[in-house]
């Protein structure tokens, strides 16, 4: 028996109904959604970390998580892991015809890959006739919908010709936020703040940039910072507060050359 039957047999005994766990015997895909993002959020962030002994567990929390929603679906009569593995190694090869087929050439262009692999997906999937856009967008984070809903409209041909006419529209509806604020009306507030985040969705786009993973680099800037901002301040024996502010901007823009 090899380890991913062994983890596969883990998971069917988690579930059994007679000897299993209580808490994992109740669990649906719907209930342990949440804690699968979580186990991604901190895959991710053992890559960002560079911590590959730590990227390691997180990985095997992550294949625990696919095992779990593969046993479900199998106990309701749907599919199985192999069925999930199946389907997967099919879909790799169907898309990369550039290194699966008899003629292959895999002396391609990212511009063509990704024209390829967009067509084909596109013939997979067709979008569904009650809306312009797919239902593989629904379950994401707004963040990254909203990327997927633009890349769906630039497929049917609504896009800004260039990033520069995206940068006009950014500083427009900074013009808006602003106006919406001093109204201090709050849903406006909120509707103008939400079309600011979706331009600036659509910037990352056409940079080529993925606005997770940037947002996400910034994060870890912005820990680094405050840390040492939270030290300085300690090392001093000042305490953090609203009226101390002119003193940790001071050591924030000192810690920029010190820690990025």
């Known amino acids: 028996m090899n380890n991913i039957d062994n983890l596969i047999g883990v998971m069917k005994a988690l579930r059994d109904p007679e000897s299993g766990c209580p808490w994992d015997i109740k669990q649906t895909s719907a209930s342990i959604a949440s804690y699968t993002l979580e186990e991604t959020h901190e895959t991710l962030d053992a890559i960002e970390r560079g911590d590959m002994d730590n990227l390691k567990e997180e990985l095997g929390d992550l294949l625990f998580h696919i095992v779990f929603h593969a046993r479900i679906a ?92 995206v940068v006009d529209k950014l500083e427009e509806e900074m013009h808006e936020l ?22 600036c969705m659509n910037i990352a786009r056409h940079a080529k940039v993925g606005a997770e993973m940037a947002l996400r680099s910034t994060n870890r800037k912005f820990i680094r910072r405050f840390d040492y901002v939270s030290g300085q301040m300690k090392s001093a024996g000042i305490d953090m507060n609203q009226q101390q502010l002119e003193r940790m901007e001071y050591f924030w823009q000192e810690s920029k050359p010190i820690v990025g």
Do not use: C, Y
Not at 101 to 122: P, V
Not at 181 to 194: F, H, Q
């Open 178 to 199: 602003k106006h919406a604020i001093e109204a201090g009306n709050p849903d406006e507030i909120s509707a103008e703040l939400g079309d600011l985040l979706f331009v």
């Open 74 to 165: 199998e106990e309701n009569n749907m599919f199985n892991f192999n069925d999930v593995v199946e389907g997967i190694v099919s879909k790799m090869k169907r898309r990369h015809p550039h290194v699966f087929e008899a003629d292959r050439s895999n002396q391609i262009s990212d511009d063509a890959l990704d024209e390829q692999w967009q067509s084909l997906k596109n013939d997979e999937k067709p979008s569904s006739p009650e809306s312009a856009f797919g239902a593989k967008s629904a379950s994401l984070s707004a963040i990254n919908r909203a990327t997927v809903l633009q890349s769906e409209a630039a497929e049917l041909g609504f896009d800004w010709p260039s990033i520069v006419n």
